[in-house]
């Protein structure tokens, strides 16, 4: 078996900041990475479908990674996405990423169209085979509409690169499919904010957050109490959480998640087109939510020691 990597916790995919013009904002960006390893989390994932990934020049992208990666200033593990409509092109960001210095990267399947099973195969096994740094595979058949079911992912496990499986389909019973197919091979991730307890309690040692851009705290005491199998405790912060952790599971979940962390000042609800802004009525219930959630915020004193 391949050595995995040490990824345990919570993983924000952290937003990419734009200036109001919508240009990239390099310090902005470089900001929100320091206030998040302030405040405790365990690793980040820059880059991804939070960071607009596909809204980003491939310059853009290596000046995302750049700045996390002098932020994170190695306290913390930095994994960048890798979104492209090609195998080809994914390898040659991969590569790019692996020079500025992150520690793994998490692709996609090729987007722009539906794949056939042995089509999703092969471009991870292209990509992951194309560098010598670790790959988190990442399914998210709602989004992306290529579903890499354990069965694929189990026909990519001679590939020594791929240690790590990030599952947003919602269904837990993945992770259960999985480790009798191939055992303890892949590092799990939840990938659904909604579903991290029930993840965690399934075999998930990570959890790529969503709505911990905004309350990296919170999240990481509903993970460590998970994790800790300390259920009774988890129920009530769950509970708090569960209103908010829906946004993450909504095609307009990049919107969703920059305004809850720009009302926390962590951070611009500016998204960059296609992704416009929250319509009127849209935005006044999330901003709801966030006024209801912020009246009811629990104290995380004695959680998660």
């Avoid at 092109?89 to 996609?108: H, N």
Wanted: net charge negative.
């Amino acid at each position: 078996m391949p050595k995995l990597p040490d990824w345990r916790g919570v993983f924000p995919a952290v937003t990419t900041q734009f200036h109001a013009d919508l240009s990239l904002d390099v310090a902005g960006t470089h900001r929100v990475v320091q206030g998040l390893v302030r405040d405790g989390v365990d690793g980040l994932v820059v880059c991804g479908t939070v960071g607009e990934n596909t809204a980003l020049t491939l310059a853009e992208k290596q000046a995302v990674i750049e700045a996390a990666v002098d932020a994170a200033a190695r306290r913390v593990p930095v994994i960048a996405g890798v979104a492209e409509f090609t195998t080809a092109f994914a390898a040659d960001t991969a590569r790019m990423a692996r020079s500025c210095g992150v520690q793994g990267v998490m692709v996609m399947p090729a987007l722009v169209y539906s794949a056939k099973p042995h089509e999703t195969a092969a471009h991870f096994r292209g990509v992951a085979t194309a560098i010598d740094l670790p790959v988190m595979v990442y399914n998210n058949p709602p989004i992306y509409k290529n579903d890499v079911t354990p069965d694929i992912l189990a026909a990519l496990a001679d590939v020594e690169t791929i240690v790590a499986f990030k599952e947003s389909s919602g269904d837990g019973r993945r992770f259960t499919d999985l480790r009798n197919l191939v055992g303890d091979r892949f590092v799990l991730f939840a990938g659904l904010d909604d579903t991290v307890v029930e993840n965690v309690m399934l075999g998930a040692v990570g959890w790529v957050s969503g709505m911990s851009n905004a309350f990296p705290q919170e999240g990481a005491a509903l993970f460590r109490l998970a994790a800790g199998g300390r259920y009774a405790e988890a129920r009530p912060l769950y509970d708090w959480f569960m209103p908010l952790l829906h946004l993450d599971a909504r095609p307009d979940l990049v919107q969703c998640i920059k305004l809850c962390e720009a009302i926390m000042g962590r951070g611009s609800a500016l998204t960059r087109p296609p992704r416009l802004a929250l319509p009127e009525r849209e935005r006044a219930e999330v901003e709801a939510l966030m006024a209801a959630a912020l009246k009811t915020r629990p104290s995380l004193t004695g959680l998660a020691a």
